[in-house]
Nanobody, 115 residues
Framework: QVQLVESGGGLVQPGGSLTLSCVAS????????MGWYRQAPGQQRELVAVYPRWGSRNYADSVKGRFLISRDNAKNMVTLQMNSLKPEDTAVYYCKADRASDDYWGQGTQVTVSS
């Protein structure tokens, strides 16, 4: 069973930065795509950023230029560097990995942007 463990969430002031990490229980080379999603209270889960094994990184329009998704293959890790955070970025952030017909999700980490 694939496990994804997120960390790095917390409370940050508007304009601040946070870096989220997601460590997989196996090599991330085995996944077609790894990405970050978020879900705010009362809202649907939405894509934030994805990093295909082959191809370019993609971002939601709302985070372009502020967030950066990276892969560290040696550590089986995907990170999300978040800069210039806004209150509307407040959500639970989830790591996702997929291959073939299977999707795997982490347990989520809370990010709260507030003064």
């Amino acid at each position: 069973q694939v496990q994804l463990v997120e960390s790095g969430g917390g409370l940050v002031q508007p304009g601040g930065s946070l870096t989220l990490s997601c460590v997989a229980s196996e090599s991330i080379f085995s996944f077609n795509t790894m990405g970050w999603y978020r879900q705010a209270p009362g809202q649907q889960r939405e894509l934030v950023a994805v990093y295909p094994r082959w191809g370019s990184r993609n971002y939601a329009d709302s985070v372009k230029g502020r967030f950066l998704i990276s892969r560290d293959n040696a550590k089986n890790m995907v990170t999300l560097q978040m800069n210039s955070l806004k209150p509307e970025d407040t959500a639970v952030y989830y790591c996702k990995a997929d291959r073939a017909s299977d999707d795997y999700w982490g347990q989520g980490t809370q990010v709260t942007v507030s003064s």
